[in-house]
């Protein structure tokens, strides 16, 4: 993250890039960091952007993820099997606060559970709430381990797929007769 946004004058582009394949037709506005030159200290980053199609609609609702999925089976357990380890990465903590608001008109229909999975491999904690005309979600993500040893990837492979598939489940919005959500 501190490589990928330290030059300031690419940020909304960095960020448009990363997020462009699960919103398509995104609009960065605006990109916000805390001191990325500070390595004692976590990386922060904040955006504003104008997501004009979001979602699948289904009749008068519209089915919405509220997250950028992080597919750690697909990136780290795809194979059924390893002869070597699996190289995750610095264990590391990803504290994740999203803020969507709502076009006037929306209501939600149904939010997903809040999930708590927990392994020797690290700890998801999501949860999705209504408040205030917007959703607000929590998703905080810590990986405990640099590496995977073939004798435990099975079991990495089962807590890579729960973190997945809670991180999958989806909100129900509510379309009013008079409008409808983009």
């Known amino acids: 993250l501190r490589h990928r946004l330290e030059a300031e004058a690419t940020r909304v582009e960095r960020v ?6 699960y919103y398509p037709g ?3 506005t605006a990109v916000r960091t805390g001191d990325l030159a500070r390595v004692d ?3 922060r980053f904040e955006y504003d952007a104008t997501v004009p199609v979001y979602g699948t609609r289904q009749g008068d609702a519209w089915l919405v993820t ?3 999925p992080l597919d750690l089976a697909r990136n780290y357990a ?3 099997s390893r002869t070597q380890d699996v190289v995750v990465g610095v264990p590391s ?3 994740e606060t999203r803020t969507l608001r709502l076009p006037a008109g929306v209501t939600v229909g149904e939010l997903p559970p809040a999930a708590h999975v927990e392994s020797p491999f690290g700890r998801l904690d999501y949860t999705v709430e209504a408040r205030g005309g917007a959703l607000h979600v929590r998703r905080t993500l810590t990986l405990t381990r640099d590496r995977i040893p073939p ?3 099975a079991a990495f492979r089962v807590f890579a797929q729960q973190v997945d598939d809670a991180l999958a489940r ?5 379309l009013s007769n008079q409008g409808s959500a983009r």
């Open 151 to 153: 004798q435990d990837y």
């Open 78 to 80: 795809a194979r059924s």
């Open 170 to 174: 989806r909100v129900t919005l509510r």
């Open 66 to 68: 509220p997250v950028v």
């Open 26 to 28: 995104v609009r960065v």
């Open 41 to 43: 200290a976590p990386a």
């Open 93 to 95: 903590t990803w504290d």
């Open 16 to 21: 448009e890039d990363g997020i462009r394949d």
